[in-house]
């Protein structure tokens, strides 16, 4: 096979225009807000003093929780009753009975914030669930 070096040139008007359109869309960007409403309130989840009340909430199912944030920052995550399918998935280990059905739920990395704790949660119950 024979090939032919037919050298370059600049693409017409029309075909740049064209391309340039589709990269940076049809008109100005524009700026989109952050969420002003925090995940845990989203999630109706209630307030009072240091400590949240709530479920912990996914497609499979939903928990009773709470979560204390501590002097200093600290937050500690509670959960009420694991089910079996926690039980016996592989983050099992990062619950410490507390007593009276409550679970202490350890956590590798310190949240920042309730918010992203309780997430942090409920992906891991989904996983339980998935595995």
């Keep these: ?21 589709m990269v940076r869309g049809r008109g100005p960007a524009i700026p989109i807000k952050r969420r002003v409403i925090p995940y845990w309130q989203e999630q109706s989840w209630t307030h009072q003093d ?26 500690d995550f509670y959960l009420y009753m694991p089910s079996r399918e926690i039980q016996r998935g592989s983050h099992w280990p990062c619950f410490q009975h507390q007593g009276n059905d409550w679970y202490f739920v350890h956590m590798a990395r310190r949240p920042k914030d309730v918010s992203s704790g309780i997430l942090a949660i409920e992906r891991l119950i989904t996983e339980a669930y998935e595995s």
């Design 50 to 75: 240091n400590k949240y009340y709530g479920k912990y909430q996914t497609k499979y199912a939903a928990f009773v929780g709470h979560a204390v944030q501590r002097p200093g920052g600290r937050i």
């Design 1 to 21: 096979m024979r090939v032919k070096d037919l050298g370059t040139r600049p693409a017409p008007a029309a075909i740049r225009q064209f391309f340039s359109r």
